[in-house]
């Protein structure tokens, strides 16, 4: 729909690190092109959304039916559990997890603070962790629905095995993800 309407295509690079069974997918967030892209390519995946997202009419619906995780952002430690909650469910089921490390979109070339909910899910699922970089905000804008013609490039990188420490998994997950996301906006 997009490469006809607006002339924005895609690609994906590095497809041979996703893994078989249960994954979390951590990706950079430019613009709302991500959510669609990740609920589009991968067969039933399920996203980590903000709360106040579930109210919004149709979309909300159609999210609780889909059963994406949604997350209380103010609940701290009650949020941290029902987000381990509802994603030990989809874990069962073999459904990815994706979810946006920085919490909301980042304008290109920013680097927003990573959450401590990616490496809840990574800790708590014991699933291995797939970062993302991506390009998207070149072409559509970060808060915004502004298109441009273009090829978006998703990058899936090396997986992150079970079993680092917090420090560990933030070094490797946040170092990867924004190199690789500065090597695909200097391309």
Same mark, same amino acid.
């Given at each position: ?5 607006? %002339?924005?295509?895609?690609? !994906? ?16 967030? @430019? ?5 669609? /892209?990740?609920?589009?390519? /991968?067969?039933?995946?399920?996203? $980590?959304?903000?709360?106040? *997202? ?23 430690? +009650?949020? +941290? ?18 979810? /946006? =490390? ?5 304008? $290109?070339?920013?680097?927003? #603070?990573?959450?401590?909910? &990616? /490496?809840?899910?990574?800790?708590? *699922? %014991?699933?291995?962790? !797939? =970062?993302? &970089? *991506? ?5 559509? #804008? ?5 298109? @441009?013609?273009?090829?978006?490039? $998703? ?5 992150? #095995? ?16 924004? +190199? #690789?996301? @500065?090597?695909? *906006?200097?391309?």
């Amino acid at each position: 729909m997009f490469r006809k309407i607006d %002339g924005l295509d895609w690609q !994906v690079i590095g497809s041979e690190n996703i893994p078989a069974g249960p994954f979390i997918i951590a990706s950079k967030h @430019q613009s709302a092109w991500d959510t669609i /892209f990740f609920t589009a390519f /991968f067969k039933d995946a399920s996203m $980590v959304l903000k709360k106040i *997202l579930i109210y919004i009419p149709a979309y909300g619906w159609l999210a609780m039916k889909a059963k994406m995780i949604w997350l209380d952002r103010k609940g701290h430690a +009650t949020a +941290t559990r029902h987000l381990i909650n509802q994603a030990r469910s989809c874990a069962k089921d073999k459904r990815p997890i994706v979810i /946006f =490390p920085e919490g909301t979109r980042i304008k $290109v070339g920013l680097r927003g #603070e990573y959450k401590s909910g &990616a /490496f809840a899910l990574y800790k708590y *699922l %014991g699933i291995p962790c !797939v =970062p993302v &970089a *991506l390009n998207s905000g070149l072409f559509w #804008e970060t808060k915004g629905y502004k298109k @441009q013609k273009g090829k978006v490039t $998703v990058k899936f990188l090396k997986i992150i #095995e079970p079993g680092y420490n917090k420090k560990e998994f933030f070094s490797i997950l946040e170092n990867s993800i924004e +190199t #690789e996301t @500065q090597k695909l *906006l200097r391309q």
